[in-house]
């Protein structure tokens, strides 16, 4: 059972607001994500960290911003939302080895957040 | 750089045909690949899991497929369920340390 959660799981905010989305997980998870996905739409990876004070832009040019402090905490942040930002952001996170030792290792995601910029 | 694809990207088939879609991916050195299923509007849920060393993985009606070498798998469902219909996603995991997602197939099984 994935143990990763991320707050709020709607969020409807007004234009130039600054925003923190939560991503939280309980498994000691030294790779964590941030995915953008606008409905009926592929995923896009828009940062990723593998490991505390690592992060790491993704594939797909994004205007958050996002901090690794502690292990379990991934939030990302928008300075100055606007509606081109509305979508939603999927979190997940993985280990770097299995339990026998494999580099293959399972990926587990949030419930997600659905973000509306009005 | 790694992209992975998807197809076909719909399929609608009645209720109890078994089915397959397909992944493939452009570099081989891969450390997994991950089936996941998404309903509308949720986050993701990991259905299979194959690391490079293994051929296929299975998990009740699901039965996963992996050619490392020709950058290929494959995800079977058999005798396939109205419960079935959700977007498919595979996901490769390699040394650059990101996940990286093919754009899914959306699957409808009609009663």
């Known amino acids: 059972e994935a143990d990763i959660y991320q707050t709020p799981r709607y969020l409807v905010i007004g234009t130039g607001k600054k925003i923190t989305l939560e991503c939280s997980q309980t498994?000691?998870?030294?790779?964590m994500y941030w995915y953008q996905q606008d409905p009926g739409m592929e995923l896009h990876l828009i940062h990723y960290?593998?490991?505390?004070?690592?992060?790491e832009k993704g594939d797909l040019s994004s205007e958050s911003t996002v901090s690794r402090i502690r292990t379990e905490h991934f939030p990302l942040t928008l300075e100055s939302a606007r509606p081109s930002h509305t979508s939603q952001y999927l979190c997940?996170?993985?280990?770097?080895?299995?339990?026998?030792?494999?580099?293959?290792?399972?990926?587990?995601f949030g419930q997600g957040t659905r973000l509306t910029v009005v | 750089k790694q992209e992975v694809t998807q197809i076909p990207a719909a399929l609608s088939v009645p209720e109890g045909e078994n089915l397959v879609l397909n992944c493939s991916f452009t570099?081989?050195?891969?450390?997994?690949l991950q089936w996941f299923r998404q309903d509308p509007g949720k986050g993701l849920t990991s259905l299979l899991l194959?690391?490079?060393?293994?051929r296929e993985q299975t998990s009740g009606r699901l039965n996963a497929s992996l050619d490392k070498s020709s950058g290929r798998s494959t995800l079977y469902i058999a005798a396939s369920q109205p419960g079935d219909s959700a977007t498919y996603l595979c996901?490769?995991?390699?040394?650059?340390?990101?996940?990286?997602f093919g754009s899914g197939t959306r699957l409808l099984v009609r009663p």
């Open positions: 997940a996170s993985s280990p770097f080895l299995s339990g026998t030792g494999d580099r293959g290792t399972e990926a587990f």
């Open positions: 498994m000691g998870h030294d790779k």
């Open positions: 960290s593998y490991g505390v004070n690592s992060t």
């Open positions: 570099d081989s050195a891969i450390y997994n």
């Open positions: 194959i690391q490079s060393s293994q």
């Open positions: 996901a490769v995991s390699d040394s650059s340390y990101k996940l990286i």
